[in-house]
């Protein structure tokens, strides 16, 4: 993140799309259009849980994807799908205890988990998501505190669940007695619309729901929400969110209410997904023309982050300082697992950001990537 804003750097770094993948006109227009309708209220404190006609427009969205008996109380917002996992977290797990969760996962995700002191519970990750067998016998083992998964185009994996998968997974946590939080981020951007949600399969008193407005409309408004299950865990979630912040800025959801209500969301989204598309493709075809032989990447269902990984023996952290020097940065592998006590984590897997780089630039980086490592295979 510290490199995104570096105009030299072909960046595939940063986690995030450029400024070209936002909808600026479209959120300009929702800004002067709330300003208008909503005046000073804008600018006045709020209720914890959030503005009422924005999670009526999620609850709505959410019932569309099949999470048929959602109701927007059920819903609190929050200042993206940070603090939505942060906050979960906080009520859900002590210092010591375990949490489940991806590896690889998102490296955001790791950190949290760091800071509320609890140790992490590695669930390997195939082409399909996480593995369900290692986590029926891993939960049943370990009894972790929660399970935290991101059911649709995963970071860094790019994976996604199936439907069956999903009821399976509820099944497993429900067996076991491990909540499961949904990390729902990337779902609206997979290429065929979104599976239902694990939400679909339960009443709230197994799965948590989290996500944001961050991959689909803009990151900088800080929006998200969740749905914490259970009436006792919504009030819990409430409260200490609004110890945290009282309550998620007024002015953002307004415009991002505006910006859902004018039916802006879905023709931005099919704008995404095909640029999303296109950026991989070109991406997937210059590894195949230049990354070394032996060399492994899934074409995921949507989005914009391939994981590669790289034959064993490459270890990508030796090359960042010359990929570097050459104008390209990547996301090295080891970052997105938890330091295993004694042990070691792979080190030969990379993840690139195709959204980023203007396309040119994106297929250069990407072969001189690909030479930097084949020099060295
Ligand atoms: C899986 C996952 N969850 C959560 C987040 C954080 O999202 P936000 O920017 O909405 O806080 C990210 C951001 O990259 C992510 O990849």
Redesign the pocket.
Known sequence: MRQADNPHLINFAA?VPGLDALPFARLRSSMEAALESDGASMFAYHHPEGDHPLRSLCAARLQARGVAEITPGELVTTS???QA?QVMLSILVRPGEIVACEAPG?Y??LELIAEAGARVLPLPVGNGGVDLDATQEALTRWKPKCLIV?TSLS?PSGATLTEANRQRLVQICRETGVRLVE?D?YAELLDSGAPKPCRAFDDGSTVSFVT?F?KTVS?GLRV?YCAPGTPELADAFAARKCQQDIHSSVVSETILRTFLAGGNFDPHLAWLRERNLRRRTLALDAIGRSFPEGTEVDAPWGGYMLWVRLPDGIDVTQFQPQAQAAGVAYAAGPAFFAAPAGGNRPVSQIRLNCARAAEPDLERGVELLGNIFSARA
């Open positions: 986690g993206g799908c940070t996992l998102y955001g995700l991101c970071n990390d981020i944001s961050s990151p998200g």
